[in-house]
């Protein structure tokens, strides 16, 4: 099995930026795929991004252009860079990863609170 930890969040104004991190350990050879995921107060956890072994990334369409997602296989880290913040990207962030050949993991970390705010 594979845990993670989040980092990075915090409180921002608008149009800040903010760097998440992912640290993994445990079962890594079936990472495959990694992961990031968003709740607000009230609603269901979504899809932000991810990123394959390979490197092909992949965003929902209200943060393209703003956030960057990227990992270090060395390190068995991914991140988040996430610039032009607003209001609405204010949630809990969670990392989570998708073994080859299946879906997203049910195991979660603790996730981190980003609050974007004036």
């Known amino acids: 099995q594979v845990q993670l930890v989040e980092s990075g969040g915090g409180l921002v104004q608008p149009g800040g930026s903010l760097r998440l991190s992912c640290a993994a350990s445990?079962?890594?050879?079936?990472?495959?795929?990694m992961g990031w995921f968003r709740q607000s107060p009230g609603k269901q956890r979504e899809f932000v991004a991810s990123?394959?072994?390979?490197?092909?990334?992949n965003y929902i369409d209200s943060v393209k252009g703003r956030f960057t997602i990227s990992r270090d296989n060395a390190k068995i880290t991914m991140y988040l860079q996430m610039n032009s913040l607003k209001p609405e990207d204010t949630a809990v962030y969670y990392c989570?990863?998708?073994?080859?050949?299946?879906?997203?993991?049910?195991?979660w970390g603790q996730g981190t609170q980003v609050t974007v705010s004036s």
């Open positions: 990123i394959t072994n390979a490197g092909i990334t």
């Open positions: 989570n990863t998708r073994p080859p050949g299946k879906g997203w993991s049910d195991s």
């Open positions: 445990g079962s890594i050879f079936s990472i495959g795929a």
